[in-house]
T-cell receptor, first 116, second 111 residues
Framework: GAVVSQHPSRVICKSGTSVKIECRSL??????MFWYRQFPKQSLMLMAT?????????EQGVEKDKFLINHASLTLSTLTVTSAHPEDSSFYIC????????????FGPGTRLTVL | GENVEQHPSTLSVQEGDSAVIKCTYS??????FPWYKQELGKRPQLIID?????GEKKDQRIAVTLNKTAKHFSLHITETQPEDSAVYFC??????????FGDGTTLTVKP
């Protein structure tokens, strides 16, 4: 149980375009989902916390107008990288909590974004 | 906010030896401390976790210890095997679920 999927697994796009990444909890309802970014040989950096039906909470230094997060249902959160640039190339990983107030997270497989 | 420091950044051991990775945290409100193993290009995999009401937890060759007073916790892997080679991350979390990760330790187990 507690499976999280992400789509797409890899995406290559041209500079200036927007890219949408989907994160789904397949066998449970996730009240909270988290979006991370991981550059090569670095740690996971939390970008934002996404709660179903409300606005996402962004970490300091993360531009909310550039990284749009929508948590439309208890099983789906989306991250849209708008006007992507080469410096946005990274590994984007989502995670979901099984229950509100429970810290254990289940991670998606990640999305490798390459912006040309 | 929370600050998690992890040491060492790289660790090389001989197969069969033990490996120890240490983390410290700053926020006394953190009460959940997971350890993840991440292979290249893959998602982090939870290998063991500990909550703040417990001082030690063991699962076969893997153990974690927590010292709440000193705000540090450690991962111990015994009888290491080449397949243990990966990047290991510690994290500290609060009830809100928000996790802060350490910078990672690249473990290499030499056959």
């Amino acid at each position: 149980g507690a499976v999280v999927s992400q789509h797409p697994s890899r995406v290559i796009c041209k500079s200036g375009t927007s890219v949408k990444i989907e994160c789904r909890s397949l066998d449970f309802q996730a009240t909270t989902m988290f979006w991370y970014r991981q550059f090569p040989k670095q740690s996971l950096m939390l970008m934002a916390t996404s709660n179903e039906g409300s606005k996402a909470t962004y970490e300091q230094g993360v531009e909310k107008d550039k990284f749009l997060i929508n948590h439309a249902s208890l099983t789906l959160s989306t991250l849209t990288v708008t006007s992507a640039h080469p410096e946005d190339s990274s590994f984007y990983i989502c995670s979901a909590s099984l229950l509100a107030g429970v810290a254990e997270q289940f991670f998606g497989p990640g999305t490798r974004l390459t912006v040309l | 906010g929370e600050n998690v420091e992890q040491h060492p950044s790289t660790l090389s051991v001989q197969e069969g030896d033990s490996a120890v990775i240490k983390c410290t945290y700053s926020d006394s409100a953190s009460n959940y401390f997971p350890w993840y193993k991440q292979e290249l290009g893959k998602r982090p995999q939870l290998i063991i976790d500990i909550r703040s009401n417990v001082g030690e937890k063991k699962d076969q060759r893997i153990a974690v210890t927590l010292n709440k007073t000193a705000k540090h916790f450690s991962l111990h892997i015994t009888e290491t095997q080449p397949e243990d080679s990966a990047v290991y991350f510690c994290a500290a979390s609060t009830n809100a679920g928000k996790s802060t990760f350490g910078d990672g330790t690249t473990l290499t187990v030499k056959p």
